[in-house]
Structure formats: C-alpha cells, structure tokens
C-alpha cells in the first residue's frame, strides 16, 4: 500500500519495531482522539472505567435499544482449569446495558444472570481505505462448574432476554472437562480465515464431536499481508464474519486459538495484541496473561496442552522478535518441567504458529529451533502442532535436528526414545501454498518413494539457510483437519488422524508412552 493509506512510509516502516510504529502512529494519525481501546486499558492507560475491570464500559450516549442490538458470534474458550471454568465471548452490533449469560442443566432452566464485561475496540479510520469502525466484544467468566456435565447457556443484555419465546432457538451448550476421562478427542489447525473451505472445515470438525479445538494462529486475516508493517493492508470487519462463520462451532466447542503473523494488528497495542486481547478470553496463567493472550496452559484428563507466541522468536518476521525479553522461554521451560513432573499427565502437546521443522513456502524458523527446541528435548514433549504453512506436513519423530525414527503413516514412536513429531496442520482454509519444485505429496493412499527434500531455515539475518531434510515424512497440497484421540490408562496413547476436507484419512500415526 502507499504511504497516505497507513500515515508511516513504508522504508520507516521497515525500520521500525512494532512498539515503535505504534508509537509513530498513535502520535501523527490519532491525535487528540480519544479511543477506547482493548490495548490501551489492558495496559492500564485508561482511568474511571471501575474497580477491578481491565475494560472501560460504554458510555450510555453510544447506547442504541437492547432490543435491536442481536447477539452473535458466540466462542468458548476454558479457563486454566476446563474441568471447571469455562469462558462465554459474543460480539454485539452495538453498546448495550448491563450484558450477562444465564446458565443451566436444563434449556427451560437457566439460572440467574452472571454478569459480564464489554470490550469496545475502535478503529480509526483511514482516509481513502476504510471508515472508522467500532466493535463491541462481550465476555463472562463462569467458575465453580461441575466436571464432566453439561450446561445450557444463553447470553443476552437489558432489552434481550435469552429465555424470551423468540429467542429460544440462540440458546447453545457446552460440556466441562470429566475430572479423568479415559478417552477424549481434539481437533486442530491453523491458517483458516473465512470462505467456503474454511466453513467446510468448521463442518468436518462437528462430525468429529471433539472436546474441544486449538487453533494454530493465523486466525482471520484482517490483516492481510501479516508483516507486522503499518504498510499492511487491514479490515477489521473481516472479523465480524470470522466469528459468525465460526459460531455453529464456537458457541458449543471451546477454541484454544495463539497469536499467528497476521494476528499482530498495530492499531490497538504496541505489540499489536489489543485487538486479540478484546476478542478472546483465555486462561491466565501465561507469562502475559494480560498483554500477550497467545501463551498459556491447561490440561484435559491425561494431556497437557501449551500455547506459545511464536512472534516472540521469529527470525522470519521480526516485527514482534524478543518482545517479552526472554520471559516466554523461561516460562515454557519452568511449565514444561512442572507438567511433566505432575502426576497423572502422560502427554504434553505445544502449539504454536511459526513452523520449528516445513519444508513448503514459509519453510523452518531458525528463531524457534534456536529457542524452543532445546526445551521440547528436554522436556520430552511428545506432539508439536504449527500452521503459517498452508499445506499439511508431518516430521518423522526428529532428535538433534535429525530422524530419530522414521514413523511411516501408520507407525508409532516414544518420544521418551524417539524424540519429537511435528505437524504443520496449515490447511484450514487460507490460500494453499506449494512445497519445492519436484517434491511430490506422499500421504495415506498415496505413499511415495521417500527422499530427501531441499528446502531452507531462517537465519536472524533473515537469510535463507539452505538444507537437505531426511525428516518430511508425509505432505499433503489441500485442505485439512487434524484429529487426535487422547487415551489413558495402563497403555496411554495419542491416536493422530489428518484428515482432508472430504472426510479422507491422509495420515495416521500413534505416540504412546513407554512402549
């Protein structure tokens, strides 16, 4: 885009970290303007918004009649502990009185009103591109749930009543986390923006009835370039279709989403998360809980599951490198080490954006191999899921860098001896990408001479640092959904299923523990 559409010319633009342009932008293009913004009050920038509340109420002058104002795009999300709290967002089409969710185990009894919050985000407008937009995110905290039940919910506001005869039909439910479940299933991927592959995924997801979903970032490109440049082009009402595409998933299946390249949107916060910050609640036991919504932890029965901001470490697109000082790594290696000594947790599942080990179009981040991969040895962390890359690609199980055993499609692997399997599991539903000229898809049905592939990791110079892998196992040019069925018991097991958008099984592999 050209200079006048952003207010930063793009060489200072490429200069410039993204807390700098952010500075540069709130200085010369908002001026004087008084924005009511996710990351000014996650940064404690605003004053007189209420006790205890990170997120400043809507004036009443903004207020427009209750009962015009329809709820939508509901998402859950749990809390730090899903057996108990789970976490109820919707968006409003304007600023409402008094918002709330009443809860129950029946659809005709729902309890009393659980207060919640409003997050207004505003976006300025830019002369020539788009108007100014404001968007009204809602959020409930629900704790102190029964494990393993479900509960029927409705959300509503002064002048919409959930429980009202015509509004019957909006209630959804969802169901806590069993205290120990001795079989439950997860889906997965990243890169899915909005269109008809992306809604065809959310589609092949329900037929999978799964516990709940990660997302791998890159979530709906609003922003569409994803540089982390104030020169990236950026329309925030893509993510009012996100979420009602979305919603017949959402509403019922908790989305676990982190932070992708085009998930840092420079007009709210200076690492570009306060749009993030306004639309998602997630567990709070992160390093950042209350700036940076992409890391934090939970568990699910036998499993434990950490989010990462891969941002942080990225030597391909630096515009939030070292944004935590070190403080995300250190948190990863000191969670990473409790989880595994906890009892009762027999895997340990990371999920992050940028690719550690692809061999398509984005290729391998030398920033999270330097960073990160250290930590997973360690650790002895058993599945990696990335996106970034719209293909699927999955590693044999690699040690040091190398195959540590080959894990055909059907094959199984002990990380304890084997080391790490790494899925890039980009096909959600954004633009597919290719993998190198001459390397053919190989994958379930349709298995091919395995071979070496040339490909390339960056460097912190953003060179591209050219190698030849042994380690790309399976690759597969369309859309896909991973599924994994988790198992306890005396032979606990992750039973890993890629499948394509029309239902194909593609991949299959097991990690079991101890055998």
Not at 1 to 21: F, N
Not at 116 to 126: D, H, K, Q, S, W
Not at 193 to 222: I, K, N, S, T, W
Request: include cysteine.
């Amino acid at each position: 885009m050209d200079t006048p559409d952003v207010g930063i010319p793009r060489r200072l633009a490429e200069r410039l970290s993204m807390a700098e342009q952010y500075a540069y932008l709130r200085e010369r293009v908002v001026r004087r303007r008084t924005l009511v913004t996710a990351g000014a009050v996650a940064g404690g920038l605003l004053t007189g918004c209420g006790t205890g509340s990170r997120h400043a109420p809507a004036t009443a002058g903004s207020r427009a009649s209750g009962a015009a104002a329809r709820p939508f795009g509901r998402h859950l999300a749990f809390g730090a502990d899903p057996r108990t709290q789970m976490r109820i967002a919707w968006q409003v089409p304007s600023a409402v009185r008094r918002p709330y969710v009443r809860l129950g185990l029946r659809p005709d009894g729902l309890g009393p009103r659980v207060a919640a919050e409003i997050r207004p985000l505003r976006t300025p407008g830019v002369a020539g591109v788009r108007p100014a937009l404001e968007q009204y995110y809602v959020h409930a905290a629900v704790d102190g749930l029964t494990p393993g039940t479900t509960y029927y919910y409705g959300v509503g506001h002064d002048g919409w009543e959930p429980t009202a005869s015509a509004h019957c039909a909006a209630l959804a439910s969802f169901r806590t986390a069993p205290a120990h479940p001795e079989r439950f299933v997860f889906t997965a991927f990243g890169d899915q923006g909005v269109g008809r592959a992306a809604h065809a995924g959310d589609d092949l997801m329900l037929r999978q009835e799964p516990a709940f979903h990660l997302h791998a970032g890159d979530l709906c490109y609003a922003d569409v370039n994803g540089t982390g440049r104030r020169s990236d082009g950026y329309d925030p009402a893509f993510w009012d279709l996100f979420l009602k595409q979305n919603e017949p998933v959402a509403r019922s299946v908790p989305w676990m989403v982190t932070t992708g390249n085009h998930d840092m949107e420079a007009w709210y916060s200076p690492d570009g998360y306060g749009g993030q910050l306004a639309r998602f609640s997630l567990p709070d036991n992160g390093f950042d809980p209350h700036g940076t919504p992409g890391a934090y932890a939970f568990t699910y029965g036998n499993a434990a599951f950490v989010a990462l901001d891969a941002n942080d470490v990225s030597y391909e697109i630096p515009a939030n490198l070292g944004h935590s000082g070190g403080r995300q790594t250190a948190w990863l290696d000191r969670t990473l080490g409790a989880l595994r000594a906890a009892r009762g947790i027999d895997f340990v599942v990371v999920f992050f954006h940028h690719c550690a080990y692809s061999t398509s179009q984005h290729a391998s981040d030398g920033g999270v191999r330097a960073r990160w991969l250290p930590l997973f040895a360690k650790h002895r962390v058993d599945l990696v899921i990335n996106g970034h890359n719209h293909v699927y690609e999955r590693t044999d199980a690699v040690r040091g860098g190398r195959v540590g055993r080959a894990v055909p499609v059907g094959g199984s692997t002990d990380p304890a001896r084997d080391g790490t399997v790494y899925v890039t599991a980009g096909g959600g539903g954004r633009d597919l990408y290719a993998f190198p000229p001459g390397v053919r898809d190989s994958y379930e049905g349709h298995v091919t001479r395995h071979e070496p592939v040339g490909t390339f990791a960056w460097t912190k110079d953003r060179d591209r640092a050219p190698e030849t892998v042994e380690w790309s196992r399976v690759r597969y040019t369309g859309f896909s959904l991973l599924s994994v069925e988790v198992r306890a018991g005396a032979a606990p097991r992750l039973a890993v299923s890629a499948l394509a958008h029309d239902g194909r099984r593609i991949d299959h592999f097991e990690v079991r523990r101890g055998g």
